[in-house]
C-alpha cells in the first residue's frame, strides 16, 4: 500500500520518528513490523521497521523509528525525505509478538536503541492483559541523548506500579544528573540487569530486540541461566 508522511520528528540526533497515514485503517499485532519498498539508484530495497504505535489496535496512522545508518542505503534515503513523502510499505507482519499471555509470569523487555520500537505497543498490550502482571523494560543505549521515549517510561512508571523501567547507559556522562529520576540509571550493559531481574524469578519471559551483537549475548546468557526456549524470543535487526 502507499502511505504519505503525515509528519517527521527527531527523537534524537541520529533517530526520527516517521508518522505514516495509511490509504485505510489495517490492524496489527503488538510487536509486528511493516516492510518499507523503494527504489533507491535504480535498486530496488526493501527494509523492515517495527511499528512503533503506543497501541496495537486498528489504525490508519503509524508510527515508525528509525536510527540512520550513513553507510546504508534505506536510512539515508527516508531522512532525506519530507512531510507529504509518498512510501511503499506492507501490511504489517511478524511473529514477534507475546506468548503464552495467560501465564501469570514477570515479562522482561530487553533492548537497544530502536529495539524499543515494537515494546511500545508490547508493553501497553502486556499490562492490560493482565493487571497484576509486573512488567520490566531493559533499556540500553550508549548516552543520556540516545535514549528513546524516555518520558513515555516515566510517564507510563508514574501511572502503574507493576511497570519497572531500567534505563542503561554503557557511556556514562555528565547529562545523567540533569534528567528526571537520574538516579534510576543503571551503568554498563543490559546483560547484568536483565540477569539480576530474573534471578528473583526464572519462571520469566524475555522478549529480546535489537542489533546482532545484543542478541547473540543475551540468547547465551539466557539459555546459561536455564531458560527454556518457551521463555525467550528474539527479533534480531540485522538478518
Ligand atoms: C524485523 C525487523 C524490524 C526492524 N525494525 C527497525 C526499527 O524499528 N528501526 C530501525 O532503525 N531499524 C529496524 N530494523 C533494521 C532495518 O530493517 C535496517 O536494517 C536498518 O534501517 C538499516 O537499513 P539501511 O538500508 O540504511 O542500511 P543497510 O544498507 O541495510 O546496512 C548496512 C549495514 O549496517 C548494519 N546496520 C545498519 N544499521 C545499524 C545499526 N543501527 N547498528 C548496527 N548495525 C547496523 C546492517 O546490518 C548492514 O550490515 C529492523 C529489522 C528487522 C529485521
Given amino acids: ?100 499471555t495467560s501465564v501469570d509470569v514477570p515479562n522482561l523487555f530487553v533492548c537497544t536503541g530502536t529495539g524499543v520500537a515494537p515494546f511500545r505497543s508490547m508493553i501497553a498490550a502486556s499490562l492490560a492483559l493482565n493487571p497484576n502482571r509486573h512488567v520490566h523494560l531493559v533499556f540500553g543505549n550508549r548516552k543520556v541523548e540516545d535514549v528513546l521515549y524516555h518520558e513515555h517510561w516515566l510517564a507510563l512508571r508514574e501511572q502503574n506500579s507493576n511497570f519497572h523501567y531500567h534505563p542503561v547507559l554503557s557511556k ?39 542489533w546482532e551483537v545484543m542478541c547473540k549475548e543475551s540468547r547465551e546468557r539466557l539459555k546459561a541461566m536455564g531458560l527454556t526456549r518457551r521463555q525467550y524470543f528474539f527479533e534480531q535487526y540485522d538478518g
Fill in 1 to 100: 500500500m502507499i502511505a504519505a508522511i503525515n509528519s517527521i520528528r527527531n527523537l534524537s540526533d541520529r533517530v526520527k520518528v516517521f508518522e505514516l497515514h495509511l490509504p485505510e485503517a489495517v490492524g496489527f499485532i503488538a510487536g509486528q513490523f511493516v516492510i518499507v519498498k523503494a527504489l533507491i539508484n535504480g535498486e530496488s530495497i526493501e527494509r523492515s521497521y517495527s511499528i512503533a504505535n503506543q497501541k496495537a489496535e486498528k489504525t490508519n496512522a503509524l508510527e515508525l523509528c528509525v536510527a540512520l545508518n550513513t553507510a546504508g542505503m534505506m536510512t539515508p534515503y527516508l531522512f532525506g525525505l519530507g512531510t507529504g513523502a509518498k512510501l511503499e510499505i506492507s501490511m504489517p507482519q511478524g511473529g514477534f509478538v507475546l506468548r503464552d
Fill in 172 to 210: 556514562c556522562d555528565e547529562g545523567l544528573a540533569a534528567l528526571p529520576n537520574s538516579n534510576n540509571f543503571h551503568k554498563g550493559y543490559v546483560h547484568p540487569v536483565y540477569e539480576q531481574l530474573l534471578s528473583k524469578d526464572l519462571g520469566s519471559h524475555v522478549y529480546v530486540c535489537g
